[in-house]
């Protein structure tokens, strides 16, 4: 398999990039090619993978905003075609919120505290499902309660 290429970015204005710093070099240390783009809008997000030719994009959260910002990504990534690309997400999200966002299709969500060699195998894992066409596509929206 080529090297997974894997964007990480942090939508919005959230400040809170140590997490996604060390997870970032981690990825690096396994074999994986990372850009790391820090804050940027849904647009911006996209465009960046899509140029990169991303199979991972990776979003950090802890301000508490996901459902506002995460969605947004998620259509991004179906209007330009990147419905292959394997999303996750890393921050504090309450289980409710979690359901939707996987629903949605972010393929997994790392809470503070995750094994950074877990968060790794599950990009490897979810990167060579997609490869083979078994994994779910993301999803055509999510249903706000």
């Known amino acids: 398999m080529d090297r997974i290429r894997v964007v990480m970015a942090k939508p919005g204005l959230d400040s809170h990039y140590r997490g996604t710093m060390v997870v970032s070099r981690y990825l690096v ?3 994986m090619e990372v850009v790391y783009v820090g804050n940027q809008t849904a647009e911006q997000i996209v465009r960046t ?17 996901h ?9 991004g990534l179906r209007s330009s075609g990147l419905h292959d690309v394997l999303v996750v997400l890393g921050g504090i999200v309450p289980s409710a919120d979690a359901e939707v966002l996987r629903a949605a299709g972010v393929h997994e969500i790392f809470g503070p505290g995750s094994e950074l060699v ?28």
Do not use: F, H, W, Y
């Open 118 to 145: 877990t968060i790794a195998q599950t990009i490897r894992d979810g990167v060579a499902r997609r490869a083979a066409q078994e994994a779910p596509a993301i999803t055509e929206g999510i249903a706000m309660a």
């Open 29 to 31: 240390q396994q074999g």
């Open 67 to 75: 459902l506002a910002t995460v969605p947004p990504i998620l259509a």
């Open 49 to 65: 993978v899509l140029t990169e030719d991303a199979q991972v994009l990776g979003l950090s959260s802890l301000s508490g905003n």
